[in-house]
């Protein structure tokens, strides 16, 4: 394995003195099985690219945070903590690093990005500001090497939605072999631990849940996810997803399903076929692999948790097939990905 476990906290306040962080109030403790970086890194002298991270007090900047702390390839600026909501301050902290991680709601990220005066500084965004928008690069570089060259090219990359991460990584592929047609009427789910709603549904989770909350809950039954509109934008799908996230009472990890009728699909391929389609085409990617094997039995939608990894399990037969994409909601599906990212486009 390239991984070693190990226990890290996760800070909900982190003060200054001087130079080092200084945290106050635990948050949570939790297991971090995190990817190794190293094979990344530049070697020898040289001014090493710093590094903002705007909203780092919230769940994916502290997870961030948490990820790059131990680096010693970057230099990773900090706000003052009496100084975090000042404009000026963060403006310049903004404009003075080589790359900057936007952990804010929607209108905040955009009121950041409109802050930068100069044309060095680049942009990971963890929110849905700018996910659709034709100036920004949709950061999943294993959708294809094309894709992988324009978010290192890139100086502005949306980072996925955690839910939109499961869909796309099982739906791209099959439209992309032609095995999908782009006008199927699809029908999926995602089930989710409850870190993906933030600190506010941590905190009522961990400190006061109600009976409902001991079981499965079903939420967004509008069925206009605020996902979506990135899933028909990268895919290309020409009908919107029947989509339904469910939230369950354990902390991290996601199980995006995608349900198909195979006669409906290009050859009618059975189960079996589409798994080893799937793995042809991520072989050899690091982050995204395929199970060896259709999925029988059980699966825990917690799989992969602390990573950085995201696996299709396909299951089903000759007539019918899912696809599930298990990963952690915090990994791949936020903090995860954005560091990869961020090692794209800084060449580290």
Same mark, same amino acid.
């Given at each position: 394995?390239?991984?070693?476990?190990?226990?890290?906290?996760?800070?909900?306040?982190?003060?200054?003195?001087?130079?080092?962080?200084?945290?106050?109030?635990?948050?949570?403790?939790?297991?971090?099985?995190?990817?190794?970086?190293?094979?990344?890194?530049?070697?020898?002298?040289?001014?090493?690219?710093?590094?903002?991270?705007?909203?780092?007090?919230?769940?994916?900047?502290?997870?961030?945070?948490?990820?790059?702390?131990?680096?010693?390839?970057?230099?990773?600026?900090? /706000?003052? $903590? @009496?100084? !975090?909501?000042?404009?000026?301050?963060?403006?310049?902290?903004?404009?003075? =690093?080589?790359?900057?991680? #936007?952990?804010?709601?929607?209108?905040?990220?955009?009121?950041?990005?409109?802050?930068?005066?100069?044309?060095?500084?680049?942009?990971?965004?963890?929110?849905?500001?700018?996910?659709?928008?034709?100036?920004?690069?949709?950061?999943?570089?294993?959708?294809?090497?094309?894709?992988?060259?324009? /978010?290192? $090219? @890139?100086? !502005?990359?949306?980072?996925?939605?955690?839910?939109?991460?499961?869909?796309? =990584?099982?739906?791209?592929? #099959?439209?992309?072999?032609?095995?999908?047609?782009?006008?199927?009427?699809?029908?999926?789910?995602?089930?989710?631990?409850?870190?993906?709603?933030?600190?506010?549904?941590?905190?009522?989770?961990?400190?006061?849940?109600?009976?409902?909350?001991?079981?499965?809950?079903?939420?967004?039954?509008?069925?206009?996810?605020?996902?979506?509109?990135?899933?028909?934008?990268?895919?290309?799908?020409?009908?919107?997803?029947?989509?339904?996230?469910?939230?369950?009472?354990?902390?991290?990890?996601?199980?995006?399903?995608?349900?198909?009728?195979?006669?409906?699909?290009?050859?009618?391929?059975?189960?079996?076929?589409?798994?080893?389609?799937?793995?042809?085409?991520?072989?050899?990617?690091?982050?995204?692999?395929?199970?060896?094997?259709?999925?029988?039995?059980?699966?825990?939608?917690?799989?992969?948790?602390?990573?950085?990894?995201?696996?299709?399990?396909?299951?089903?037969?000759?007539?019918?097939?899912?696809?599930?994409?298990?990963?952690?909601?915090?990994?791949?599906?936020?903090?995860?990905?954005?560091?990869?990212?961020?090692?794209?486009?800084?060449?580290?």
């Amino acid at each position: 394995m390239d991984y070693q476990e190990k226990h890290q906290i996760v800070h909900e306040k982190i003060v200054v003195e001087g130079n080092r962080p200084v945290p106050v109030g635990v948050f949570r403790l939790i297991t971090v099985r995190p990817y190794k970086l190293s094979i990344f890194r530049k070697g020898g002298a040289g001014m090493k690219p710093s590094v903002f991270i705007d909203g780092r007090e919230g769940t994916t900047g502290l997870q961030i945070f948490d990820r790059l702390g131990g680096r010693d390839d970057i230099e990773l600026l900090s /706000i003052d $903590d @009496a100084k !975090r909501k000042d404009t000026a301050e963060r403006s310049r902290l903004i404009n003075c =690093a080589d790359l900057v991680f #936007l952990c804010l709601p929607d209108d905040a990220a955009r009121e950041s990005v409109a802050l930068i005066d100069n044309t060095n500084t680049r942009v990971i965004d963890a929110s849905t500001a700018h996910r659709t928008h034709p100036g920004w690069v949709y950061g999943f570089p294993e959708l294809s090497k094309q894709q992988r060259e324009k /978010i290192a $090219d @890139a100086h !502005r990359v949306a980072n996925p939605g955690c839910h939109a991460t499961g869909i796309i =990584a099982a739906v791209f592929p #099959l439209l992309s072999m032609n095995i999908l047609p782009r006008d199927y009427p699809l029908t999926c789910f995602s089930l989710t631990g409850y870190s993906g709603g933030g600190k506010s549904m941590i905190h009522a989770y961990d400190n006061e849940k109600s009976p409902e909350m001991n079981a499965p809950r079903l939420y967004g039954l509008d069925l206009r996810h605020k996902h979506l509109p990135e899933i028909l934008h990268v895919t290309g799908l020409t009908h919107p997803p029947v989509f339904c996230p469910v939230v369950d009472d354990y902390f991290s990890g996601i199980a995006a399903t995608v349900m198909l009728h195979n006669k409906m699909l290009s050859g009618a391929p059975g189960a079996e076929e589409i798994r080893v389609r799937l793995a042809e085409y991520y072989e050899g990617e690091r982050f995204v692999t395929v199970a060896p094997e259709l999925g029988s039995g059980f699966m825990e939608s917690n799989w992969g948790a602390g990573s950085n990894d995201l696996e299709l399990t396909v299951s089903g037969n000759d007539e019918v097939t899912i696809v599930t994409a298990r990963f952690d909601n915090l990994g791949k599906g936020a903090s995860g990905a954005a560091v990869q990212n961020m090692e794209l486009m800084l060449k580290l």
